[in-house]
């Protein structure tokens, strides 16, 4: 059985995926509506603020995960916000669909390493 810990952690794992999921769809969405640009708006400025956090608790030296990891989502972080300022509201479907698969890899990475390594910051 799962002590609290245990539990903690795959709340914790799940709920990363999940903002990750929730803002690959966002963007997603607003690629197939194009005439509504406070959707794009919204939809980009949700990811940029996500992916702010993620530096953020990356940066942190108690965030309990390999320096490598760490570096490669600051790294990631960068890329999403340098594309992400450099297209504004002009973003290509491409870079949109790079966006989007970003996150649902990272999701999947969070999902998938439940129990390897702790997510928690």
């Not at 245990?6 to 963007?27: F, G, R």
């Not at 005439?35 to 309990?64: C, E, F, H, S």
């Not at 890329?79 to 999947?108: P, Q, Y």
């Amino acid at each position: 059985m799962e002590n609290a810990t245990d539990q903690d952690n795959v709340s914790i794992a799940e709920a990363k995926a999940s903002a990750l999921v929730k803002a690959a769809l966002l963007l997603d969405q607003a690629k197939m509506n194009r005439d509504d640009k406070q959707g794009m708006v919204i939809a980009l400025d949700n990811n940029l603020q996500l992916w702010v956090a993620i530096r953020t608790i990356a940066r942190r030296p108690d965030y309990n995960l390999p320096d490598e990891a760490k570096e490669n989502l600051v790294q990631l972080s960068h890329f999403v916000s340098d594309l992400t300022f450099k297209h504004g509201l002009s973003i290509t479907d491409a870079a949109i669909d790079a966006l989007v698969n970003i996150n649902l890899r990272l999701a999947e990475g969070f999902l998938e390493n439940i129990g390897e390594i702790h997510l928690d910051p």
